[in-house]
């Protein structure tokens, strides 16, 4: 029987994957799956919310101006208040029974099992895990509950990814690298951003300034495939749209406008710690709660549903209902007229999204933590704006503005992620003339966040990764030469090649060394023996009167000069498992400059990689 994934693999090992051809071909091929998966999960969301949201609560939540419209709804309808919270309480329920029965490493966010994937499971995500992401986080979002869309198609692309590598027999490095590549190709096509999302992939392992670089040109090739893939189901006149349109027509008018994006900084960074904060109290409540897993998910969203209940019936104001689903209609008003809105709709959306989506996805519901982190960054952002604007007219004339620097700056600094969040935004929204504010308040954010992250799964820098334990071992030996690890004034016995094997023998019990030098007549070092390779004739002694050193030393021999680094040093004492090496001067050949030993590398090694984790510590 034909089977194509067998034939791949063979077809594999003919070609050095590392080879350009071969990444794209695999790159591609994820590319592919992760734009075909995005428009299936963006349908099965929008039929879920469809159905139950518009079909039965009567609640249909506008999308941003460039996304395509699958399922028309009546969005002046008005929504039944306690349908609305039955429908939330069947959606949680039927995706926690969906999650726990089939994977339960699906629920939660889904990017934090995928950086989890990457660093300590050797890529491997299981192949069920993309299907049960996918219902599971439509159910939840389309039946109102809140959530973004990043997480699932972020572990749905790095789930194909990691299963494609699997059944070809790739290595753990290279299904890592088809991971990322999934991420990126989900991430870059449902928000139309294949830059930022083949960045994302490779900056969202880490917590400090760092990065896989490795992954970054898979993750392009990917993303692109994968935006195109997706733009081929919408509409001509929405393929190259951004996702919240054309035409914002933002600029930076003066440079004094920094200084209360300074103040717009400290504030999203204060909401960011509250909201960290908030949603893991959330989620170690729910694990301590004596009911069902399976149940706990419907709790969380009967909690969101009184939550935006409750701003509705406290503001009057329906629009306060973007605390459940995705909340992008909130940003489309902001960023369209942020005054038609007001300071308190915009802090309540903000506020009150930050406690929805933890009782969604910390009582184990499924979905991502952009898409409200970018509505509670928005929000926020455009009531300071607001607020500016009333203070300070002549500098702050355009408060919109501060909506998208307000969701580049509160997801940069609460997902360690700044640059990656910068081109994601920019490709969003179109407004590529807010560089130089976007990256300041994104990095000031990035800089004043260190303490916390969204993503516990994160790991510092690459260097604390498990997926590259090993490889810095011989990143921090290069750096290290044998001059500096070598002592000269250690004296080192070096013994004649004519000395008999009597005078060895009676030497040994006088001296600690256990790795002799053999020199000739002229002091030149011609080989080596040890105590071990005498210890073969201690019982017959009729030979200690007939050999010499030369009947005993080894030769040739392995040697090391002392500009050579300490990998190559390593190297040569696993060879033939030795523990000492004599180094020897290049300019002078057989001159004899020391022995260096394989317990002073490894304590070399150990030095440097105390200095480096001090300097990451420090940082």
Same mark, same amino acid.
């Given at each position: 029987?034909?089977?194509?994934?067998?034939?791949?693999?063979?077809?594999?090992?003919?070609?050095?994957?590392?080879?350009?051809?071969?990444?794209?071909?695999?790159?591609?091929?994820?590319?592919?799956?992760?734009?075909?998966?995005?428009?299936?999960?963006?349908?099965?969301?929008?039929?879920? /919310?469809? =159905?139950?949201?518009?079909?039965? +609560?009567?609640? %249909?939540?506008?999308?941003? #101006? @460039? !996304?395509?419209?699958?399922? *028309?709804?009546?969005?002046?309808?008005?929504?039944?208040?306690?349908?609305?919270?039955?429908?939330?309480?069947?959606?949680?329920?039927?995706?926690?029974?969906?999650?726990?029965?089939?994977?339960?490493?699906?629920?939660?966010?889904?990017?934090?099992?995928?950086?989890?994937?990457?660093?300590?499971?050797?890529?491997?995500?299981?192949?069920?895990?993309?299907?049960?992401?996918?219902?599971?986080?439509?159910?939840?979002?389309?039946?109102?509950?809140?959530?973004?869309?990043?997480?699932?198609?972020?572990?749905?692309?790095?789930?194909?990814?990691?299963?494609?590598?699997?059944?070809?027999?790739?290595?753990?490095?290279?299904?890592?690298?088809?991971?990322?590549?999934?991420?990126? /190709?989900? =991430?870059?096509?449902?928000?139309? +951003?294949?830059? %930022?999302?083949?960045?994302? #992939? @490779? !900056?969202?392992?880490?917590? *400090?300034?760092?990065?896989?670089?490795?992954?970054?040109?898979?993750?392009?090739?990917?993303?692109?495939?994968?935006?195109?893939?997706?733009?081929?189901?919408?509409?001509?006149?929405?393929?190259?749209?951004?996702?919240?349109?054309?035409?914002?027509?933002?600029?930076?008018?003066?440079?004094?406008?920094?200084?209360?994006?300074?103040?717009?900084?400290?504030?999203?960074?204060?909401?960011?710690?509250?909201?960290?904060?908030?949603?893991?109290?959330?989620?170690?409540?729910?694990?301590?709660?004596?009911?069902?897993?399976?149940?706990?998910?419907?709790?969380?969203?009967?909690?969101?549903?009184?939550?935006?209940?409750?701003?509705?019936?406290?503001?009057?104001?329906?629009?306060?209902?973007? =605390?459940?689903?995705?909340?992008? +209609?909130?940003?489309?008003?902001?960023?369209?007229?942020?005054?038609?809105?007001?300071?308190?709709?915009?802090?309540?959306?903000?506020?009150?999204?930050?406690?929805?989506?933890?009782?969604?996805?910390?009582?184990?519901?499924?979905?991502?933590?952009?898409?409200?982190?970018?509505?509670?960054?928005?929000?926020?952002?455009?009531?300071?704006?607001?607020?500016?604007?009333?203070?300070?007219?002549?500098?702050?004339?355009?408060?919109?503005?501060?909506?998208?620097?307000?969701?580049?700056?509160?997801?940069?600094?609460?997902?360690?992620?700044?640059?990656?969040?910068?081109?994601?935004?920019?490709?969003?929204?179109?407004?590529?003339?807010?560089?130089?504010?976007?990256?300041?308040?994104?990095?000031?954010?990035?800089?004043?966040?260190?303490?916390?992250?969204?993503?516990?799964?994160? =790991?510092?820098?690459?260097?604390?990764?498990?997926?590259?334990?090993?490889?810095?071992?011989?990143?921090?030996?290069?750096?290290?030469?044998?001059?500096?690890?070598?002592?000269?004034?250690?004296?080192?016995?070096?013994?004649?090649?004519?000395?008999?094997?009597?005078?060895?023998?009676?030497?040994?019990?006088?001296?600690?060394?256990?790795?002799?030098?053999?020199?000739?007549?002229?002091?030149?070092?011609?080989?080596?023996?040890?105590?071990?390779?005498?210890?073969?004739?201690?019982?017959?002694?009729?030979?200690?009167?007939?050999?010499?050193?030369?009947?005993?030393?080894?030769?040739?021999?392995?040697?090391?000069?002392?500009?050579?680094?300490?990998?190559?040093?390593?190297?040569?004492?696993?060879?033939?498992?030795?523990?000492?090496?004599?180094?020897?001067?290049?300019?002078?050949?057989?001159?004899?400059?020391?022995?260096?030993?394989?317990?002073?590398?490894?304590?070399?090694?150990?030095?440097?990689?105390?200095?480096?984790?001090?300097?990451?510590?420090?940082?």
């Amino acid at each position: 029987m034909f089977h194509p994934m067998e034939w791949g693999a063979r077809l594999i090992d003919r070609f050095d994957l590392r080879s350009t051809g071969k990444w794209f071909a695999l790159a591609s091929l994820v590319g592919v799956i992760g734009g075909l998966g995005a428009i299936a999960f963006q349908v099965l969301t929008q039929l879920v /919310a469809h =159905v139950a949201l518009a079909g039965v +609560a009567g609640y %249909a939540p506008r999308e941003p #101006a @460039g !996304e395509y419209v699958w399922f *028309e709804n009546d969005h002046d309808a008005t929504p039944s208040l306690l349908a609305l919270l039955a429908v939330m309480a069947a959606g949680g329920l039927v995706s926690g029974a969906v999650v726990f029965r089939f994977a339960p490493e699906a629920k939660g966010h889904g990017t934090d099992a995928a950086i989890d994937a990457f660093h300590q499971k050797r890529g491997f995500i299981r192949g069920r895990i993309p299907f049960v992401k996918m219902f599971a986080s439509a159910v939840t979002i389309g039946t109102g509950g809140s959530g973004g869309r990043e997480g699932p198609i972020a572990q749905i692309g790095a789930g194909f990814g990691s299963y494609l590598a699997t059944r070809l027999g790739l290595s753990a490095r290279d299904r890592r690298i088809l991971l990322s590549a999934g991420m990126a /190709a989900g =991430v870059g096509a449902i928000f139309r +951003a294949p830059l %930022a999302g083949a960045l994302f #992939a @490779g !900056e969202i392992l880490y917590r *400090e300034a760092d990065i896989e670089t490795e992954v970054i040109i898979p993750s392009m090739i990917s993303a692109i495939v994968a935006y195109t893939v997706y733009s081929l189901s919408l509409p001509p006149e929405l393929r190259f749209v951004p996702l919240f349109g054309r035409g914002l027509g933002f600029v930076l008018h003066s440079f004094l406008e920094l200084l209360p994006l300074a103040v717009l900084a400290v504030v999203l960074v204060a909401a960011g710690a509250l909201y960290i904060r908030v949603f893991y109290g959330m989620e170690h409540v729910f694990s301590k709660l004596p009911i069902s897993p399976v149940a706990r998910p419907a709790l969380g969203a009967v909690l969101a549903g009184l939550c935006g209940i409750g701003l509705v019936r406290g503001l009057g104001d329906a629009r306060a209902l973007a =605390v459940l689903s995705s909340g992008y +209609a909130a940003l489309q008003g902001a960023l369209t007229s942020a005054g038609s809105m007001g300071v308190v709709l915009l802090l309540a959306i903000a506020c009150g999204k930050i406690v929805t989506t933890s009782f969604t996805i910390g009582s184990g519901g499924s979905g991502g933590v952009f898409g409200p982190s970018m509505v509670i960054g928005g929000c926020l952002g455009g009531a300071c704006g607001l607020l500016f604007h009333s203070w300070w007219p002549a500098v702050v004339a355009q408060p919109e503005i501060y909506v998208i620097l307000g969701m580049a700056g509160f997801f940069a600094g609460c997902a360690r992620a700044p640059v990656s969040t910068i081109l994601m935004v920019f490709e969003m929204t179109g407004s590529y003339q807010l560089l130089l504010p976007s990256m300041w308040v994104s990095t000031l954010s990035f800089l004043l966040s260190r303490r916390w992250t969204l993503y516990r799964k994160q =790991v510092p820098t690459r260097l604390e990764s498990p997926a590259h334990r090993g490889s810095f071992l011989v990143d921090v030996l290069e750096g290290l030469r044998v001059s500096d690890v070598l002592d000269p004034s250690r004296p080192v016995l070096a013994v004649r090649d004519s000395m008999p094997l009597e005078e060895i023998v009676r030497l040994l019990p006088e001296t600690e060394q256990s790795y002799f030098p053999v020199t000739d007549g002229e002091g030149r070092i011609v080989g080596v023996f040890t105590s071990t390779d005498v210890r073969r004739f201690l019982f017959d002694p009729t030979i200690w009167r007939l050999a010499i050193a030369a009947d005993v030393m080894v030769a040739p021999f392995l040697s090391i000069a002392p500009a050579d680094d300490l990998n190559t040093a390593l190297r040569r004492f696993t060879m033939k498992n030795i523990d000492e090496l004599p180094v020897v001067d290049p300019d002078s050949p057989g001159r004899l400059l020391g022995m260096l030993r394989r317990k002073e590398v490894i304590a070399a090694y150990n030095r440097r990689l105390l200095e480096r984790q001090k300097e990451a510590d420090e940082r």
